[in-house]
Protein backbone atom coordinates (compact mmCIF):
# COMPACT_ATOMS: atom_id res chain seq x y z
CA UNK A 1 0.00 0.00 0.00
CA UNK A 2 1.57 3.62 -0.64
CA UNK A 3 0.69 6.70 1.33
CA UNK A 4 0.85 10.38 1.46
CA UNK A 5 3.70 12.09 3.11
CA UNK A 6 3.68 15.31 2.71
CA UNK A 7 0.62 17.77 1.04
CA UNK A 8 0.96 21.77 0.12
CA UNK A 9 -0.26 23.69 -2.58
CA UNK A 10 -0.23 27.12 -4.14
CA UNK A 11 -2.26 29.70 -5.00
CA UNK A 12 -1.42 33.25 -6.69
CA UNK A 13 -2.43 36.21 -4.63
CA UNK A 14 -4.54 37.91 -7.29
CA UNK A 15 -8.12 37.39 -6.67
CA UNK A 16 -11.02 37.40 -9.03
CA UNK A 17 -14.19 37.96 -7.84
CA UNK A 18 -17.96 37.67 -9.60
CA UNK A 19 -18.00 41.56 -9.35
CA UNK A 20 -15.15 42.05 -10.86
CA UNK A 21 -16.45 39.81 -13.78
CA UNK A 22 -19.83 41.76 -14.26
CA UNK A 23 -17.88 44.36 -15.13
CA UNK A 24 -15.73 42.05 -17.97
CA UNK A 25 -19.15 39.55 -19.08
CA UNK A 26 -22.78 39.86 -19.15
CA UNK A 27 -23.17 37.97 -16.10
CA UNK A 28 -23.99 38.16 -12.18
CA UNK A 29 -23.11 37.39 -8.63
CA UNK A 30 -25.93 35.67 -8.39
CA UNK A 31 -25.92 33.64 -11.61
CA UNK A 32 -22.23 32.31 -10.85
CA UNK A 33 -23.03 31.46 -6.99
CA UNK A 34 -26.25 29.68 -8.12
CA UNK A 35 -24.84 27.72 -10.57
CA UNK A 36 -21.83 27.26 -9.59
CA UNK A 37 -20.80 27.53 -5.71
CA UNK A 38 -18.43 29.65 -7.09
CA UNK A 39 -17.40 33.43 -5.45
CA UNK A 40 -13.81 34.22 -6.25
CA UNK A 41 -10.67 32.45 -8.12
CA UNK A 42 -6.85 33.42 -8.31
CA UNK A 43 -4.86 34.70 -11.24
CA UNK A 44 -1.96 33.72 -11.95
CA UNK A 45 0.41 36.70 -12.99
CA UNK A 46 1.67 37.74 -16.53
CA UNK A 47 4.95 36.17 -16.11
CA UNK A 48 3.84 32.78 -14.46
CA UNK A 49 3.67 29.60 -16.47
CA UNK A 50 2.31 26.17 -14.94
CA UNK A 51 5.58 25.51 -13.81
CA UNK A 52 5.93 28.27 -11.18
CA UNK A 53 2.87 26.99 -9.48
CA UNK A 54 3.65 23.59 -9.61
CA UNK A 55 7.26 24.77 -8.35
CA UNK A 56 5.85 26.59 -5.56
CA UNK A 57 3.83 24.12 -4.45
CA UNK A 58 6.25 21.31 -4.41
CA UNK A 59 9.01 23.45 -2.34
CA UNK A 60 5.79 24.03 0.21
CA UNK A 61 5.34 20.30 0.26
CA UNK A 62 8.71 19.28 0.35
CA UNK A 63 9.00 21.56 3.47
CA UNK A 64 6.14 20.70 4.87
CA UNK A 65 7.15 16.59 4.79
CA UNK A 66 10.33 18.01 6.31
CA UNK A 67 11.66 16.64 2.92
CA UNK A 68 14.71 17.83 0.54
CA UNK A 69 15.13 17.55 -3.17
CA UNK A 70 17.34 14.61 -2.79
CA UNK A 71 14.57 12.48 -0.97
CA UNK A 72 12.39 12.07 -3.83
CA UNK A 73 12.88 10.21 -7.05
CA UNK A 74 10.34 10.82 -9.49
CA UNK A 75 8.12 13.72 -10.26
CA UNK A 76 5.13 13.56 -12.11
CA UNK A 77 3.09 16.43 -13.26
CA UNK A 78 -0.87 16.10 -13.73
CA UNK A 79 -2.12 18.74 -15.99
CA UNK A 80 -3.72 20.22 -19.24
CA UNK A 81 -2.12 23.43 -19.75
CA UNK A 82 1.59 22.87 -19.56
CA UNK A 83 4.23 25.39 -19.61
CA UNK A 84 4.99 23.94 -23.60
CA UNK A 85 3.95 20.73 -25.50
CA UNK A 86 7.44 19.72 -25.03
CA UNK A 87 9.34 19.31 -23.37
CA UNK A 88 6.96 18.19 -20.07
CA UNK A 89 5.93 20.58 -17.28
CA UNK A 90 7.66 17.83 -15.18
CA UNK A 91 10.90 18.46 -16.83
CA UNK A 92 10.68 22.45 -15.93
CA UNK A 93 9.67 21.83 -12.45
CA UNK A 94 12.65 19.00 -11.73
CA UNK A 95 14.93 21.84 -13.40
CA UNK A 96 13.54 24.31 -10.95
CA UNK A 97 14.05 22.28 -7.99
CA UNK A 98 17.50 21.16 -9.09
CA UNK A 99 16.80 17.76 -8.56
CA UNK A 100 19.52 16.06 -11.14
CA UNK A 101 18.64 12.02 -9.57
CA UNK A 102 14.82 12.17 -10.96
CA UNK A 103 12.73 11.31 -13.70
CA UNK A 104 10.00 13.67 -14.82
CA UNK A 105 7.05 12.92 -16.60
CA UNK A 106 3.37 14.63 -17.51
CA UNK A 107 -0.01 13.37 -17.15
CA UNK A 108 -2.65 14.10 -18.90
CA UNK A 109 -6.14 13.48 -17.84
CA UNK A 110 -7.91 16.80 -17.44
CA UNK A 111 -9.70 17.35 -13.74
CA UNK A 112 -8.98 13.55 -12.87
CA UNK A 113 -4.93 13.82 -13.84
CA UNK A 114 -4.13 13.82 -10.06
CA UNK A 115 -6.13 10.53 -9.01
CA UNK A 116 -4.76 8.89 -12.18
CA UNK A 117 -1.27 10.29 -11.22
CA UNK A 118 -2.10 8.40 -7.33
CA UNK A 119 -3.00 5.29 -9.33
CA UNK A 120 0.32 5.32 -11.77
CA UNK A 121 2.29 6.44 -8.64
CA UNK A 122 0.70 3.42 -6.38
CA UNK A 123 1.98 0.98 -9.63
CA UNK A 124 5.61 2.17 -9.52
CA UNK A 125 6.22 2.33 -5.69
CA UNK A 126 4.73 -1.10 -5.27
CA UNK A 127 6.66 -2.68 -8.21
CA UNK A 128 9.88 -1.05 -6.81
CA UNK A 129 10.12 1.35 -10.00
CA UNK A 130 9.79 4.84 -7.32
CA UNK A 131 10.85 4.79 -3.66
CA UNK A 132 9.01 8.16 -3.08
CA UNK A 133 7.13 10.58 -5.49
CA UNK A 134 6.62 13.87 -5.51
CA UNK A 135 2.72 14.46 -7.23
CA UNK A 136 1.98 17.57 -8.50
CA UNK A 137 -0.96 18.83 -9.63
CA UNK A 138 -1.20 22.05 -11.63
CA UNK A 139 -3.00 24.12 -14.08
CA UNK A 140 -3.17 27.82 -15.20
CA UNK A 141 -6.34 27.90 -16.96
CA UNK A 142 -6.75 31.91 -17.10
CA UNK A 143 -4.16 31.44 -19.93
CA UNK A 144 -6.67 29.67 -21.79
CA UNK A 145 -9.76 30.65 -21.41
CA UNK A 146 -12.09 32.77 -23.78
CA UNK A 147 -12.62 35.85 -21.66
CA UNK A 148 -15.45 37.01 -23.78
CA UNK A 149 -17.42 33.50 -23.02
CA UNK A 150 -19.17 34.33 -20.24
CA UNK A 151 -20.12 30.00 -19.90
CA UNK A 152 -16.86 29.59 -19.04
CA UNK A 153 -14.86 32.57 -18.00
CA UNK A 154 -16.64 32.51 -14.85
CA UNK A 155 -15.75 28.93 -13.75
CA UNK A 156 -11.99 28.54 -13.80
CA UNK A 157 -8.73 29.60 -11.25
CA UNK A 158 -5.03 29.15 -11.42
CA UNK A 159 -3.41 27.32 -8.42
CA UNK A 160 -1.56 23.67 -7.63
CA UNK A 161 -1.25 21.16 -5.24
CA UNK A 162 1.21 18.65 -4.42
CA UNK A 163 1.97 15.11 -2.58
CA UNK A 164 5.00 13.14 -1.45
CA UNK A 165 3.81 9.35 -1.68
CA UNK A 166 6.04 6.42 -1.17
CA UNK A 167 5.48 2.88 0.88
CA UNK A 168 3.31 2.87 3.92
CA UNK A 169 4.94 1.42 6.69
CA UNK A 170 1.51 0.47 8.77
CA UNK A 171 -2.24 0.55 8.15
CA UNK A 172 -2.79 3.85 6.51
CA UNK A 173 -2.72 4.53 2.90
CA UNK A 174 -4.55 3.75 -0.68
CA UNK A 175 -6.88 1.20 -0.22
CA UNK A 176 -8.88 1.06 -3.55
CA UNK A 177 -8.47 2.47 -6.75
CA UNK A 178 -10.66 2.76 -9.72
CA UNK A 179 -10.58 4.51 -12.90
CA UNK A 180 -12.18 4.65 -16.36
CA UNK A 181 -11.86 6.83 -19.60
CA UNK A 182 -14.52 7.65 -22.58
CA UNK A 183 -12.36 9.42 -25.45
CA UNK A 184 -15.92 9.33 -27.93
CA UNK A 185 -17.36 12.53 -26.06
CA UNK A 186 -14.28 14.29 -25.90
CA UNK A 187 -15.31 16.95 -28.29
CA UNK A 188 -17.14 18.49 -24.78
CA UNK A 189 -14.58 19.97 -23.24
CA UNK A 190 -11.75 20.27 -25.15
CA UNK A 191 -8.77 23.15 -26.26
CA UNK A 192 -9.32 22.69 -30.06
CA UNK A 193 -6.09 24.18 -32.02
CA UNK A 194 -2.26 23.86 -31.21
CA UNK A 195 -2.00 20.12 -31.51
CA UNK A 196 -1.45 17.84 -34.78
CA UNK A 197 -5.05 17.66 -35.64
CA UNK A 198 -5.59 21.23 -35.65
CA UNK A 199 -1.99 23.49 -36.03
CA UNK A 200 -2.00 27.11 -35.04
CA UNK A 201 -2.51 29.47 -37.42
CA UNK A 202 -3.27 32.70 -37.63
CA UNK A 203 -6.95 31.54 -38.61
CA UNK A 204 -7.19 29.40 -35.10
CA UNK A 205 -6.01 32.31 -33.20
CA UNK A 206 -8.43 34.59 -34.68
CA UNK A 207 -11.44 32.12 -34.09
CA UNK A 208 -10.20 31.22 -30.33
CA UNK A 209 -9.59 28.13 -30.53
CA UNK A 210 -6.27 27.41 -28.34
CA UNK A 211 -9.22 28.50 -25.88
CA UNK A 212 -10.49 25.76 -23.52
CA UNK A 213 -14.18 25.58 -25.32
CA UNK A 214 -17.24 23.16 -23.11
CA UNK A 215 -20.66 22.40 -23.66
CA UNK A 216 -21.14 22.71 -19.85
CA UNK A 217 -24.50 21.60 -19.66
CA UNK A 218 -23.34 17.83 -21.02
CA UNK A 219 -20.59 18.07 -19.58
CA UNK A 220 -22.51 18.30 -16.02
CA UNK A 221 -24.82 14.99 -16.60
CA UNK A 222 -21.79 12.96 -17.46
CA UNK A 223 -19.61 14.30 -14.78
CA UNK A 224 -23.02 13.47 -12.18
CA UNK A 225 -22.89 9.90 -13.61
CA UNK A 226 -19.53 9.16 -13.57
CA UNK A 227 -18.69 10.61 -10.14
CA UNK A 228 -21.22 8.91 -8.89
CA UNK A 229 -20.04 5.70 -10.55
CA UNK A 230 -16.12 6.12 -9.50
CA UNK A 231 -17.11 6.46 -5.74
CA UNK A 232 -19.75 3.10 -5.68
CA UNK A 233 -17.29 1.05 -6.99
CA UNK A 234 -13.95 2.14 -5.51
CA UNK A 235 -16.22 1.72 -1.81
CA UNK A 236 -17.07 -1.30 -3.18
CA UNK A 237 -13.39 -2.27 -4.29
CA UNK A 238 -12.19 -1.15 -0.51
CA UNK A 239 -14.91 -3.51 0.34
CA UNK A 240 -16.36 -0.84 2.63
CA UNK A 241 -19.91 0.90 3.02
CA UNK A 242 -20.89 4.61 3.01
CA UNK A 243 -21.00 4.76 6.57
CA UNK A 244 -17.19 4.28 6.94
CA UNK A 245 -16.36 7.23 4.73
CA UNK A 246 -15.38 10.56 6.96
CA UNK A 247 -14.94 12.64 4.20
CA UNK A 248 -15.68 12.63 0.09
CA UNK A 249 -13.41 14.61 -1.36
CA UNK A 250 -14.65 15.66 -4.78
CA UNK A 251 -12.92 17.62 -7.79
CA UNK A 252 -14.35 21.01 -7.50
CA UNK A 253 -16.57 21.90 -10.59
CA UNK A 254 -19.38 23.09 -9.08
CA UNK A 255 -21.32 22.70 -6.17
CA UNK A 256 -24.50 20.98 -7.82
CA UNK A 257 -22.12 17.74 -9.21
CA UNK A 258 -20.65 17.70 -5.32
CA UNK A 259 -23.96 17.87 -3.84
CA UNK A 260 -24.93 15.05 -6.27
CA UNK A 261 -22.14 13.04 -6.26
CA UNK A 262 -22.14 13.25 -2.17
CA UNK A 263 -26.09 11.95 -2.50
CA UNK A 264 -25.34 9.25 -4.90
CA UNK A 265 -22.95 7.92 -1.67
CA UNK A 266 -25.68 8.34 0.67
CA UNK A 267 -23.39 10.83 2.45
CA UNK A 268 -24.51 14.15 4.65
CA UNK A 269 -23.09 17.35 3.77
CA UNK A 270 -20.91 17.48 6.46
CA UNK A 271 -18.75 14.61 5.06
CA UNK A 272 -18.63 16.66 1.88
CA UNK A 273 -15.63 19.01 1.72
CA UNK A 274 -16.01 22.24 -0.61
CA UNK A 275 -13.84 24.97 -1.14
CA UNK A 276 -14.70 25.86 -4.40
CA UNK A 277 -16.34 28.98 -3.35
CA UNK A 278 -12.74 30.50 -2.62
CA UNK A 279 -11.18 28.87 -5.92
CA UNK A 280 -12.77 28.36 -8.77
CA UNK A 281 -12.74 25.37 -10.49
CA UNK A 282 -8.80 24.34 -10.37
CA UNK A 283 -8.81 21.34 -11.96
CA UNK A 284 -6.16 18.54 -11.15
CA UNK A 285 -5.40 21.15 -8.34
CA UNK A 286 -8.97 20.57 -6.33
CA UNK A 287 -8.25 17.40 -4.55
CA UNK A 288 -4.61 18.45 -3.14
CA UNK A 289 -5.77 21.65 -1.99
CA UNK A 290 -8.66 19.84 -0.20
CA UNK A 291 -6.12 17.40 1.30
CA UNK A 292 -3.46 20.04 2.64
CA UNK A 293 -6.43 22.13 4.24
CA UNK A 294 -8.29 19.28 5.73
CA UNK A 295 -4.78 18.82 7.22
CA UNK A 296 -3.74 21.63 8.45
CA UNK A 297 -7.12 22.75 10.07
CA UNK A 298 -6.64 19.09 11.94
CA UNK A 299 -9.84 17.99 10.00
CA UNK A 300 -8.19 14.51 8.93
CA UNK A 301 -7.77 12.00 11.80
CA UNK A 302 -5.86 8.98 11.95
CA UNK A 303 -7.92 5.82 10.65
CA UNK A 304 -10.57 8.49 8.72
CA UNK A 305 -11.54 6.95 5.42
CA UNK A 306 -11.06 9.38 2.49
CA UNK A 307 -13.32 8.97 -0.73
CA UNK A 308 -11.63 11.27 -3.35
CA UNK A 309 -13.13 11.26 -6.71
CA UNK A 310 -12.90 13.41 -9.98
CA UNK A 311 -14.09 13.82 -13.91
CA UNK A 312 -12.61 15.47 -16.43
CA UNK A 313 -11.61 15.90 -19.92
CA UNK A 314 -11.02 13.29 -21.81
CA UNK A 315 -13.60 12.20 -20.94
CA UNK A 316 -11.72 10.75 -17.65
CA UNK A 317 -12.92 9.82 -14.45
CA UNK A 318 -12.01 8.31 -11.28
CA UNK A 319 -12.08 7.84 -7.43
CA UNK A 320 -9.21 6.18 -4.87
CA UNK A 321 -10.06 5.34 -1.30
CA UNK A 322 -7.81 6.05 1.39
CA UNK A 323 -7.45 5.72 5.23
CA UNK A 324 -5.98 8.48 6.58
O1 LIG B 1 -13.95 20.23 -14.39
C1 LIG B 1 -14.52 19.10 -14.98
C2 LIG B 1 -15.45 19.35 -16.06
N1 LIG B 1 -16.29 20.50 -15.95
C3 LIG B 1 -17.48 20.44 -15.35
O2 LIG B 1 -17.81 19.46 -14.72
C4 LIG B 1 -18.43 21.58 -15.57
C5 LIG B 1 -19.82 21.03 -15.79
N2 LIG B 1 -20.84 22.04 -16.13
C6 LIG B 1 -21.29 22.97 -15.28
O3 LIG B 1 -20.80 23.11 -14.18
C7 LIG B 1 -22.49 23.79 -15.70
O4 LIG B 1 -23.04 23.22 -16.86
C8 LIG B 1 -22.17 25.29 -15.96
C9 LIG B 1 -21.91 25.98 -14.64
C10 LIG B 1 -21.00 25.41 -16.88
C11 LIG B 1 -23.39 25.96 -16.58
O5 LIG B 1 -24.54 25.78 -15.77
P1 LIG B 1 -25.92 25.25 -16.43
O6 LIG B 1 -26.92 25.27 -15.37
O7 LIG B 1 -25.61 23.94 -17.11
O8 LIG B 1 -26.25 26.38 -17.48
P2 LIG B 1 -26.45 26.28 -19.05
O9 LIG B 1 -25.15 26.12 -19.75
O10 LIG B 1 -27.52 25.28 -19.37
O11 LIG B 1 -27.01 27.72 -19.35
C12 LIG B 1 -28.25 28.19 -18.77
C13 LIG B 1 -28.44 29.64 -19.13
C14 LIG B 1 -28.24 29.94 -20.61
O12 LIG B 1 -29.18 30.95 -21.00
P3 LIG B 1 -30.54 30.56 -21.74
O13 LIG B 1 -30.15 29.87 -23.00
O14 LIG B 1 -31.28 29.66 -20.79
O15 LIG B 1 -31.20 31.90 -21.93
C15 LIG B 1 -26.86 30.52 -20.68
O16 LIG B 1 -26.68 31.37 -21.78
O17 LIG B 1 -27.47 30.44 -18.44
C16 LIG B 1 -26.80 31.29 -19.39
N3 LIG B 1 -25.47 31.53 -18.90
C17 LIG B 1 -25.13 32.54 -18.08
N4 LIG B 1 -25.87 33.54 -17.56
C18 LIG B 1 -25.24 34.41 -16.76
C19 LIG B 1 -24.35 30.79 -19.14
N5 LIG B 1 -23.30 31.32 -18.50
C20 LIG B 1 -23.76 32.42 -17.83
C21 LIG B 1 -23.16 33.37 -17.00
N6 LIG B 1 -23.93 34.34 -16.48
N7 LIG B 1 -21.86 33.33 -16.68
Request: one cysteine or more; hydrophobic letters at 35%; aromatic letters at 4%.
Given at each position: ?????????????????????????DTTDEWIITRTGIKERRIASEDQATSDLCLEAA??????????TKDIDLIIVATSTPDTLF?????WVQQGLEADHVAAFDISAGCTGFLYGMIVAEGLILNGIARRILLVGGELLTKITNWQDRSTCVLFGDAAGAVVLEESKDDSGMLSQYWRADGSLGNLLILPAGGTRMPASAQ?????????????NEVFKHAVKRMGEAAVEALRKAGLKKEDVRWLIPHQANT???EATGKRV???PEKVYVNIQRYGNVSVASI?????????????????IVLMDAFGAGFTWAAVVYRW
Open positions: MIKITATGFYAPDKILTNADLEKMVRRTLQNGNFEPSTACTVADKLHCLHMKGRIIHLPPISLHELREDGKLKKGD
